[in-house]
């Protein structure tokens, strides 16, 4: 079955230090992957996500994630974290081979920003 | 402001209570979908409705019956559960391809019900 693994599940930085949250996948065919993020109190919303193209993608909030399709891995970064950046955050697959998404989620991290 | 609402948000029931999860959607989507969230488990995919059909069962206890009347409407109706149930249930909805046709758009998520069984 797939999976997908996040390493840290906590992690606390002060503002203005990088970020960097790792994320690993097991399928062997093609995916999408995605970047999911939950601010205190409220819903899941879409960080970024990686389809296809450049495995560099850049997302909202000063956000970025890289796939690397040999290490099966496709982590987030940011250079300078905020306190604002205190939140949840969900790596999750989707194995392309069907029309609706069948997000495959890791447990999450997550990460408190202190002032 | 999201487009995605579910009602109740929170909901205490005993084990031999009957109830249901309400989820809306409405952003025209075509897809819509059931999480469980437990504490340290990642989001489990429960069920997803395609065209209103229901596509995937994610092995779910029959206690679960999902309904999907509509494309914009998606229940969960909930009988004789367990203390192990408890949990937060999320809604989402996303535009599916059709006929297997591949589409990247995203998912959009409910705030989710906070189920707690007694």
Same mark, same amino acid.
């Given at each position: 079955?797939?999976?997908?693994s996040?390493?840290?599940h906590?992690v606390?930085?002060?503002?203005?230090?990088s970020? $960097?949250?790792g994320c690993? &996948?097991? &399928?062997?065919?093609?995916v999408?992957?995605f970047?999911?993020?939950? &601010?205190?109190?409220?819903?899941?919303?879409?960080?970024?996500?990686?389809?296809?193209?450049?495995?560099?993608?850049?997302?909202?909030?000063?956000? $970025?994630?890289e796939?690397?399709?040999?290490?099966?891995?496709?982590?987030?970064?940011k250079?300078?974290?905020?306190?604002?950046?205190?939140? $949840? &955050?969900f790596?999750?697959?989707?194995?392309m081979?069907t029309?609706?998404?069948?997000?495959?989620?890791?447990?999450?991290?997550?990460?408190?920003?202190?002032p | 402001e999201?487009?995605?609402?579910?009602?109740p948000?929170?909901?205490?029931m005993?084990?031999?209570?009957?109830?249901?999860?309400?989820c +809306?959607?409405h952003?025209?989507?075509?897809?819509m979908?059931?999480y469980?969230?437990?504490?340290?488990?990642?989001?489990?995919?429960m069920?997803?409705?395609?065209? +209103?059909e229901?596509v995937?069962?994610?092995?779910?206890?029959s206690?679960?019956s999902?309904e999907?009347?509509?494309?914009?409407? @998606?229940?969960?109706? @909930?009988?004789t @559960?367990?203390?192990?149930?408890?949990?937060?249930y999320?809604?989402?909805?996303?535009?599916a391809?059709?006929?297997g046709?591949?589409t990247?758009?995203?998912?959009?998520?409910g705030?989710?019900?906070?189920?707690?069984?007694l």
């Open positions: 079955a797939q999976s997908v996040q390493h840290n906590h606390i930085l002060s503002e203005a230090a970020l $960097e949250l690993n &996948y097991s &399928y062997g065919g093609t999408n992957l970047w999911y993020v939950q &601010y205190p109190g409220q819903h899941l919303q879409l960080l970024l996500k990686y389809f296809s193209g450049d495995p560099l993608v850049k997302g909202i909030k000063g956000f $970025e994630a796939f690397i399709k040999s290490k099966f891995s496709f982590n987030l970064r250079p300078s974290v905020q306190w604002s950046d205190t939140a $949840e &955050y790596c999750a697959v989707n194995p081979n029309g609706f998404q069948k997000l495959v989620f890791g447990t999450g991290t997550r990460l408190l920003v202190s | 999201t487009g995605v609402t579910q009602t948000r929170h909901l205490v005993g084990m031999t209570n009957k109830k249901s999860l309400k +809306e959607q952003l025209g989507h075509n897809a979908y059931w469980k969230q437990s504490a340290k488990k990642p989001l489990e995919l069920f997803v409705y395609s065209l +209103e229901r995937e069962n994610n092995s779910v206890p206690r679960f999902p999907c009347p509509n494309s914009s409407h @998606l229940f969960l109706h @909930l009988h @559960l367990q203390p192990e149930d408890s949990a937060l999320l809604c989402a909805s996303s535009q391809g059709l006929a046709g591949r990247d758009n995203e998912q959009f998520f705030p989710g019900t906070r189920l707690t069984v």
